[in-house]
């Protein structure tokens, strides 16, 4: 089974400048999560999605990202205009309902972002 | 909000050895999860606990989810070097939509 694809693994912009990300989650998972993790951290929660819905998205700067999920499969986050303090690795993990009602949640390689 | 204090921040530790690391909450969770983070890779998914008391091994690793809910540990045994990277605990509730809570992960590293 494919795992969770990201694209594009590096990226280096210039502050105020915009960038996008992109993940494909594991087929047939339903819901999909986009983690922030800084040098040094756990992953943050961003965003999460329920199909093309979003469930939480209370810890996203809303002022300067977004994130879609149109058909409910891919899905991009966007950063407009880039701050320094954004450089970190963008993680996007997917899941779905088990028959025992458990979850558990598949990470992607990750998208380290430098913001100069 | 939520915080999970995951401890000790960083281990050396011989080929061989044992390790053991922790992760504590003040609050009640319904799920605890292990990952491991390799340099440029995603978290893998080590060990899910999904039940207070629940003592679960994969292979070399064990972890056991705490009676009071609160906090969880996981076990090496026989550390090779390729146990080498950063172990995190991470938190789960349903109330809150499966949200995973991370701690600041353990780093591990082994010398031959």
């Known amino acids: 089974e494919a795992g969770v694809a990201q694209s594009p693994r590096y990226k280096i912009i210039e502050k105020r400048q915009s960038v996008a990300f992109w993940c494909n989650p594991i087929s047939g998972h339903a819901t999909l999560y986009w983690y922030q993790q800084i040098l040094g951290q756990g992953p943050k929660l961003l965003i999460q999605f329920q199909n093309n819905g979003v469930v939480d998205d209370s810890q996203l700067p809303k002022d300067r990202f977004s994130a879609e999920r149109l058909k409910g499969v891919d899905s991009t986050l966007k950063i407009q205009p880039a701050k320094l303090e954004d450089s970190a690795v963008y993680l996007c993990?997917?899941?779905?309902?088990?028959?025992?009602?458990?979850?558990?949640?598949?990470f992607g390689p990750g998208t380290r972002l430098t913001v100069t | 909000g939520q915080q999970l204090n995951q401890s000790p921040q960083s281990m050396f530790i011989q080929e061989g050895e044992d390790v053991s690391m922790n992760c504590t909450s003040s609050?009640?969770?319904?799920?605890w999860l292990w990952y491991k983070q390799e340099p440029g890779e995603g978290p893998v998914l080590l060990i899910a606990?999904?039940?207070?008391?629940e003592l679960t091994s994969n292979g070399r690793l064990t972890a056991q989810f705490g009676i009071t809910r609160k906090d969880s540990f996981l076990n090496i045994s026989a550390s090779i070097p390729s146990d080498v990277g950063i172990y995190f605990c991470?938190?789960?509730?349903?109330?809150?939509?499966?949200?995973?809570?991370f701690g600041a992960g353990t780093i591990l590293r082994v010398k031959s």
């Open positions: 993990a997917s899941s779905s309902r088990w028959t025992s009602g458990r979850y558990e949640q598949y």
């Open positions: 606990l999904y039940k207070a008391g």
């Open positions: 609050s009640i969770f319904n799920t």
């Open positions: 991470a938190g789960q509730l349903e109330e809150y939509g499966n949200k995973l809570v």
